[in-house]
């Protein structure tokens, strides 16, 4: 499993570094060729993750979820106790407190690999980012807490790599920005299947969504026009690969349909 994980990124990087250094790409066989390989690695790397629920691992998946469930109804109870309130309200509160829980999980394990790999605090801006666009435009939604967290983290150890790349990132962000903006038009919202929107959720969502990627095309722009300190590129950059991993969120969710 490492070593999938360690290739995965290896080549997804590889790519990465290609689009980066060719200003221009006028062979359209080669852009062709690019995009195919690039969807593939990202094709691969859910596929990976919804595997961390099945086989050997599946044991791990359950455990990590029961912890968490067990944590939850202990807490609802007592909660519920204290205030005399009836069992429907306490199945309420167990699922809220499981949401909080994985939610903290997933904050915890970011926090943790932005100390183990550079900077205490890049996660967030990535987690800023990311977190207005997946609420409202939707995307890929893991099987259970426990790869949840794994793909968050997965896809927040392939934005690290990604980081390293010595590119000119006053454009990169503004093409991030627009084709966030692109793929919000086309998408947003993405729903997952046992949460369906009503029709009003729906077009706020995708009002919304649209609204975050305007602001985040301004943003892109006022840090290309101007002259930022360089203390605030590592900001910047995850920020907008928190952008770039929502919107390639709702992408993973076409290609999971497809599998």
Not at 115 to 130: E, H, K, S, V, Y
Not at 138 to 149: D, E, R
Request: charged share 10%; glycine share 6%.
């Amino acid at each position: 499993m490492a070593g999938l994980i360690i290739g995965s990124i290896h080549a997804d990087l590889n790519i990465m570094k290609l689009l980066f250094n060719c200003s221009i790409i006028t062979d359209r066989a080669v852009c062709g060729e690019i995009t195919t390989a690039y969807a593939n690695h990202f094709a691969i790397f859910f596929r990976m993750c919804d595997n961390l629920t099945k086989g050997r691992d599946k044991c791990r998946c359950k455990g990590a979820d029961a912890m968490i469930h067990s944590s939850a109804v202990r807490l609802a109870e007592r909660l519920t106790e204290r205030q005399g309130q009836s069992g429907r309200t306490t199945n309420v509160y167990i699922y809220g407190l499981e949401l909080i829980m994985s939610g903290l999980l997933n904050i915890f394990l970011l926090a943790f690999v932005s100390m183990l790999f550079m900077n205490g605090l890049i996660w967030f801006p990535f987690l800023l980012a990311f977190i207005p666009l997946r609420i409202t435009a939707g995307g890929y939604h893991a099987n259970s807490h426990f790869s949840c967290a794994a793909v968050g983290t997965l896809a927040f150890l392939l934005s690290i790599a990604i980081s390293s790349i010595d590119a000119n990132w006053s454009i990169t962000c503004i093409i991030i920005s627009f084709v966030s903006l692109g793929l919000i038009m086309k998408l947003s919202p993405v729903q997952a299947s046992n949460k369906p929107l009503r029709k009003e959720a729906i077009s706020k969502n995708r009002n919304v969504s649209i609204w975050i990627a305007l602001v985040n095309i301004a943003f892109a722009i006022v840090y290309y026009i101007c002259s930022s300190p360089d203390f605030l590129l590592g900001f910047i950059k995850f920020y907008f690969l928190g952008v770039s991993a929502a919107a390639f969120s709702m992408v993973a969710v076409q290609i999971q349909n497809f599998m």
